[in-house]
Each structure stands twice: as structure tokens, then as C-alpha cells.
């Protein structure tokens, strides 16, 4: 199965992009591309992001919200992504380090494949408009 998910991720240019990612490979490309297809489907990243388990479960009644914990989880670089998510390791827990990770990279992998464009590391350690 590996090597006909390589082939496909090989052939197909969004699953190409994808694998510009930090963490994903022909494997999690595809299965990026199968999930989120054209993108359209979501008006932002953040949608997608929801889609996949990647934010707080909410529960909310009479007007007040309750955000539970991350329904799905998920090195040490000196790129900007990297020095972004270990400062944020140094304040929270380990694991919303790691969630924030997978959740800013459904968010990059959405514009990617949305907007038709390459990864920019530059960007990526960014904080959301």
C-alpha cells in the first residue's frame, strides 16, 4: 500500500506541494488531498483544522462556552517554525505545543491546496490574520 500511495502522491502536483510540509509524507499527503479534495469545501483553514479534530470540543449551553480538550494529537530546529513552537512549548504543555503544531499545518496544507501555492517556511511562524 505504501508504495502505491507513494506513486499516486508522486504523480498527483497538490500531493506534491503537501510533502513540502514539515511531517508529511506520500502517506499523510494523500490522505490530506482525500479529506480536504479541492479545498472548497471549507472557507477557511481553520474549517479544515475543525474537520480534523485539531481544535478545542466545544460545549456550550445558555450563552456560556465551554472549550474542552483537543479531541486528536499529533525536534528541535532553528527554522521559524520551529523557534515558534518551542516558545510556545516553554509556556504551555507539551501536547497544546504539539496540537497548535498539527493544527497551524492543516491551516498551511488548506492554502496550499486552496491557493495553489508552494509552502513558505518564511510565513509559516506567523501568527493568523
Known amino acids: 500500500m505504501d508504495a502505491e500511495l507513494a506513486a499516486v502522491a508522486k504523480e ?4 506534491q ?15 490530506l488531498l482525500s479529506t480536504l479534495g479541492n479545498g472548497e469545501h471549507f472557507t477557511k483553514g481553520r474549517d479544515f483544522a475543525v474537520s480534523l479534530g485539531l481544535t478545542p470540543k466545544q460545549h456550550s449551553t445558555g450563552g ?20 515558534w513552537v518551542n516558545r510556545l512549548a516553554a509556556r504551555r504543555h507539551v501536547n497544546v505545543a504539539s496540537v497548535a503544531l498539527a493544527n497551524k499545518t492543516a491551516r498551511i496544507a488548506w492554502a496550499i491546496v486552496r491557493r495553489g501555492v508552494d ?5 509559516a511562524a506567523r501568527p493568523p490574520t
Not at 506520500?26 to 490522505?31: L, Q, S
Request: charged share 30%.
Open 12 to 15: 498527483d502536483p497538490l500531493a
Open 17 to 31: 506541494r503537501l510533502q513540502q510540509l514539515r511531517g508529511v509524507g506520500p502517506v499523510v499527503a494523500t490522505a
Open 64 to 83: 456560556k462556552q465551554r472549550l474542552l480538550g483537543i479531541s486528536k494529537r499529533g525536534e528541535k530546529r532553528d527554522d521559524p517554525l520551529s523557534i
Open 119 to 123: 509552502y513558505d517556511p518564511q510565513r
